[in-house]
């Protein structure tokens, strides 16, 4: 079971760049998905979450109103397309799967237990 995420990328600030995870070994189209991201010298964390319907998001204010996520379970692909970038957005992207939360959606880092190996997005200023 793999998760793939991709997309990433060097960006200037105020650009846009748009990451795909694409599931392989396994479905995850009933299930919560999540992208979460990493600065260097900082934890991991939350950046947005998606139903597994699509029909539910869910977004860290950090990211409010700049990122969308969406889904087409067909393609057992999540997206996030970021625009608006900033210095700050700068980090590793990492995608995951919930395959035990009965919600329609979860921020919580330690509930998602399929986790993609990341793609790197840097802003420049």
């Known amino acids: 079971v793999q998760l793939q995420a991709s997309g990433g990328g060097l960006v200037q600030a105020g650009g846009s760049l748009r990451l795909s995870c694409t599931a392989s070994?396994?479905?995850?189209?009933?299930?919560?998905m999540g992208w979460f991201r990493q600065a260097p010298g900082k934890e991991r964390e939350f950046v947005a979450t998606?139903?597994?319907?699509?029909?539910?998001?869910y977004y860290a204010d950090s990211v409010k109103g700049r990122f969308t996520i969406s889904r087409d379970n067909a393609k057992n692909t999540v997206y996030l397309q970021m625009n608006s970038l900033k210095p700050e957005d700068t980090a590793v992207y990492y995608c995951?799967?919930?395959?035990?939360?009965?919600?329609?959606?979860?921020?919580?880092?330690?509930?998602?237990?399929?986790w993609g190996q990341g793609t790197q997005v840097t802003v420049s200023s």
């Open positions: 995951a799967a919930d395959t035990e939360t009965s919600s329609s959606w979860s921020v919580r880092r330690t509930g998602y237990d399929y």
């Open positions: 070994g396994r479905t995850f189209s009933r299930n919560v």
């Open positions: 998606i139903s597994w319907s699509g029909g539910v998001t």
